[in-house]
């Protein structure tokens, strides 16, 4: 009972009531412009006091708001008036005006269908109230009987009489079931009339898969530089302070090369972050690349007490600008990887050449402690693979050598771009 009280009279049956009261009033231009047209092809001159005349000019005037539909704004403000008032979703409903002649020829079929049901039940909400209000005062106020109100001569019987009041509650209730069903109605086939198009929705589509990009971008860019830098900075600041007393000298170059991380990770941060400033382009500061940052990149992680062996047997100003800025960046994590998993002072070798037109990256450490059980874990590998598939290339990460004492991480890219 509660349930079928509130399918009738709840806020959305209500609010939904009210979008077919709204269409009721917009029918009523097209209602009089089509009384004008009925009036003289009938030869009548009341058509205001004629019901059948008068759902003939209701007839006529539909069309006439059909052509009216094409009006551009139709739709945005139709679809708005179904969203706030029908409970439609924003997703299920195009916002712009409709531009092919299937999008008009939809927009068409609602606006009749909205002004057609809303005429109707604006009519009812108009009629049945009084008429029903009279039925059930009519066996109290018994001055109700004798006046002029058009009243059935059946109810001057007594049991027509006694059931006057339930025909009253009952026509009630009818006006509410019927304007429920309209706005559910209205409500269901709002998507298909009003909704986007298969193009919409490629389109909307593709829009979100261009957004998520950029954030998955813009998440590997702050891990890798972000984080890096974080774990430089440590381990340089743990070296520092381990040796304050006995050796000043490594102690300014921690210090020299934390104040130089942090400052290069200031500037990268405005990099990364430019792809969220609407307008700004890819930030003030250019993203590092393998040409112009390795060597600072090596300085900066053996001032933290790293021992780093490098082999470059490539020419990085070869590569293409997007090869050598995601090539940097695969070095920085795997170093940082190294930072975090592997502890201060172990050896590690990078290795970067150009084999068969794919540049190849490798860095290896010794194995120690936990890191054994987790090869190939970690969110910046994750990364790295990402990096790597989007260029067309590949990434292996894990233990090797006769009894897995070494973990290697091996990426190879493509080392021709567009420049």
Known sequence: MRRAVRLLFGRRARLRWVHLILGGALAMPYVL??????????????????FPLQLASFGVGLPIAALTSLFPLTRPLEAAAVRWLCGVGADRLATGPARTRGEKARTAGWYTLHLGLGGIVAGMSLALPPFAAVLIALPVFAGLRGTRLGLPGVLDQSWALALAPVAGVASLVALAGCAAGCGALLARWAPRLLGPTPEDRLAAA???????????????????????????VTLQAGAARRVLDSDPEFVREALAAIEDTTRRTVAEL??????????????????????????????????????????VAADPGTLSPLVSREAYRIVQEGLSNVLRHAGEGVAVDVRIEVADGELAI??????????????????????????????GGTMTAGTTGPAGEIFRLHVRLPSKGSR
Do not use: C, K, Y
């Open 270 to 311: 405005d990099a990364v972050l430019g792809v969220l400033r609407e307008g700004d382009g890819p930030g003030t500061a250019p993203a590092p690349t393998l040409a112009a940052d390795l060597d600072g990149l090596l300085a900066r992680t053996r001032a933290g007490g790293q021992r780093v062996t490098a082999t």
């Open 362 to 391: 490798t860095v290896e450490n010794p194995v120690t402690g936990p890191v054994a059980s987790r090869p190939g874990g970690g969110h910046g590998l994750r990364g790295i693979a990402d990096r790597a598939r989007l260029l």
């Open 33 to 50: 412009v089509g009384e004008v047209i009925i009036g003289p092809a009938t030869g009548s001159r009341n058509v205001f006091g004629s």
């Open 206 to 232: 593709e829009a979100r898969a261009a957004d998520l990009a950029v954030r998955n971008r813009l998440a590997r860019e702050l891990h890798d530089s972000v984080g890096h830098a974080l774990s430089a």
